[in-house]
């Protein structure tokens, strides 16, 4: 198989004789916007560290940024020998990715905020040294992406799939298995897949694995994404077998084995094995980089050296001042987030036809939304007056001000509590007398029990239920000194497994309550 490289890159560093003075100042000046990128966003890039230290899935991190900067630095001596060549495309890349932090920033989107702080690295590479430097570096730069700590959006997604994978090869394999979400019961005890059981650590650290491996031993696109493909999906499949393997063991044991400590044990032991097995089969395919002959050196006339060299420092200023402006205007949407506000006491008149039940015995329902910050807080359970259908709880919580970890929609450990677990969620359309409004629909369960609950938000006077409408609504209203308070509105109702969930019922609450909300939401006073 013959292999397309770039000639530069295949050079020896012994080889490479760099020329002219925009080379010699080009690395300097790049550095130094590196570092002012760091320094200015310094708030970002330690959240991602604090998150290295605190969160087993994501401490690969503390190994991607020296990895990242060691195979950059085993290119100096090609990289020096590239002339420089700014681009503006670089500087609008750089302007671009700032204006996305600062919506981040006000949004309060940590994960896009250190993307889009990560991104300017390399855009400062683009403006400063151009596309030839970007190429040469282009996998130490996409590799720094790694390092940020996402991944959690899979959590549920793999946490079902171990679970069926778990389920389904205990059914193959003839043992008697009941599921109920990602919970199921065999005749010798009960299993649970969890957040450590899902496998997204082993995902996440064979991913980058994979990556490095993948560059460094091979050198078509083909292959190399050949390798990247199996380092996703192995560990998945792998995690299954994984949790079937200590399912059978705790089975087979009558719960002697695999129940404490040395679950997680064995769960490492495998996935070593697993990666080992998977990086020595890619091993047999890898590819030997082709010698290549070293073209002469280019003379560089003084002139345009000289030309480069201004082109260098005028992109390495536009660098700086690009990265400086964003933060600046930062400080300013927040110069209000410190300010007192009065105390606030929700109040809600009854909705027509509905009652509200004061009894806790008269069939109020023993459930509350877990909750970030100190908003104002409204809970009810009401009756329909006629007496017909369950009760329904009504849960609100308003924000005069929304500041980080005190917001509508905060990340909590457990968003439903302890006692409750999700079977299902869907956004769900309900027609009401003003048009149809889409709901945040979850199916709760703790044994027999189930409780069905809708969740919509209110942003910017905006109902709604995409958690993407409200972080825009609420960048706007602090990047243009709007009101930026919101309220979180849960409904639900209990009702046994066996039976429909009464979404009729909700349905008929919503229509009579929501224009009563409304109109008290508006009435409340608010933060600049």
């Known amino acids: 198989m013959s292999v397309q490289l770039d000639p530069v890159a295949c050079l020896p560093d012994a080889a490479v004789r760099p020329d002219g003075h925009g080379q010699r100042h080009a690395l300097p000046l790049l550095l130094l916007a590196l570092a002012a990128v760091v320094l200015l966003y310094h708030a970002t890039f330690w959240s991602m560290l604090e998150l290295w230290s605190r969160s087993q899935t994501f401490a690969h991190g503390f190994l991607i940024v020296p990895i990242s900067c060691w195979l950059a630095w085993r290119r100096r001596a ?12 670089g500087l609008l890349l750089l302007g671009a990715l700032g204006l996305a932090w600062l919506l981040a920033d006000a949004a309060n989107v940590p994960v896009v905020e250190q993307y889009a702080a990560t991104a300017m690295l390399p855009a400062c590479v683009l403006a400063i040294l151009g596309w030839p430097a970007v190429r040469l570096l282009a996998f130490p730069l996409a590799y720094l992406f790694l390092a ?15 679970a069926a994978f778990t389920v389904t090869a205990l059914q193959w394999t003839g043992v008697p298995v009941f599921r109920d979400g990602s919970s199921f019961s065999l005749p010798t005890g009960n299993w649970s897949v969890v957040e450590a059981c899902s496998g997204l650590r082993y995902l996440i650290a064979a991913l980058a694995l994979g990556a490095l491996f993948a560059h460094v031993h091979f050198h078509s696109t083909r292959r190399r994404l050949a390798v990247m493909a199996a380092a996703l999906l192995v560990p998945i499949l792998a995690n ?23 679950h997680l044990i064995y769960g490492w032991l495998f996935f070593g094995l697993v990666a080992l097995l998977l990086f020595w089969l890619a091993a047999r395919w890898r590819e030997l980089l082709p010698a290549r002959a070293v073209p002469p050196a280019q003379p560089v006339r003084l002139g345009d050296a000289a030309a480069s060299l201004r082109a260098v420092v005028r992109a390495s200023a536009a660098c700086l001042l690009l990265a400086a ?22 109040a809600l008149p009854d909705p027509p036809a509905w009652r509200r039940l004061h009894d806790a015995a008269a069939g109020s329902i023993d459930w509350q939304a877990p909750y970030a910050g100190k908003p104002a807080l409204f809970a009810a359970t009401y009756a329909r007056q006629d007496g017909d259908g369950a009760p329904v709880g009504l849960q609100m919580r308003w924000y005069a001000r929304q500041v980080r970890d005190a917001e509508l929609l905060t990340h ?18 309900v027609g009401l007398p003003g048009g149809a409004l889409d709901v945040r629909e979850s199916v709760l369960a703790h044994g027999g029990e189930r409780l069905l609950v809708w969740r919509v938000y209110r942003q910017g006077g905006v109902v709604t239920a995409r958690p993407v409408l409200v972080k825009l609504l609420l960048a706007q209203a602090k990047l243009l000194g709007r009101r930026q308070d919101g309220a979180d509105l849960i409904v639900f109702a209990a009702y046994d497994e066996l039976a429909p969930p009464p979404r009729a019922h909700l349905q008929a609450f919503l229509r009579a309550a929501l224009p009563v909300i409304e109109q008290r939401l508006q009435e409340l006073p608010h933060g600049p």
Do not use: C
């Open 412 to 429: 909590l450990s457990s968003p439903y509590g302890a006692r409750w677990t999700a079977l299902a969620q869907r956004v769900r359309q």
């Open 325 to 346: 402006l964003w933060p600046a205007l930062a400080l300013a949407s927040h110069r209000d987030d410190g300010a007192a506000l009065p105390a606030i006491v929700l």
């Open 240 to 262: 299954g077998v994984r949790a079937y393997m200590i399912v059978m063991l705790g089975h087979l044991s009558n719960m002697r084995l695999a129940v404490g400590v040395d």
């Open 78 to 89: 090609r990289l020096a020998a590239l002339a420089p060549q700014p681009s503006r495309p």
């Open 148 to 162: 940020v700590p996402f991944g959690e959006v899979f959590l549920e997604p793999l946490i079902d799939f171990t």
